[in-house]
């Protein structure tokens, strides 16, 4: 979903987009690591669904904490 995209230039995020991006931390914040990201939590190495209903989690295994990426995550201290 374009809409869902986060671009940051090199310049850095203009007050208004980190405005805007912190208002999306509300409703999109990552229930698993806590920040914003496009792609499936990079802090997971594994989710077991429950087989009678996909989209309730049975189980989710995560990377040890030193060893997953954390850089194509944006963090609340991203936006201040
Ligand atoms: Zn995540």
Request: hydrophobic share 40%; charged share 40%.
């Amino acid at each position: 979903m374009a809409s869902r995209l986060i671009l940051i230039p090199d310049e850095g995020l203009s007050e208004d987009d980190k405005r805007a991006l912190r208002a999306r931390f509300e409703d999109d914040a990552c229930r698993w690591c806590g920040g914003l990201h496009q792609r499936e939590c990079p802090r997971v190495k594994r989710i077991i669904f429950n087989p009678a209903d996909e989209r309730s989690v049975r189980e989710v295994e995560f990377w040890n904490d030193l060893e997953w990426d954390r850089s194509a995550v944006l963090w609340p201290e991203d936006l201040i």
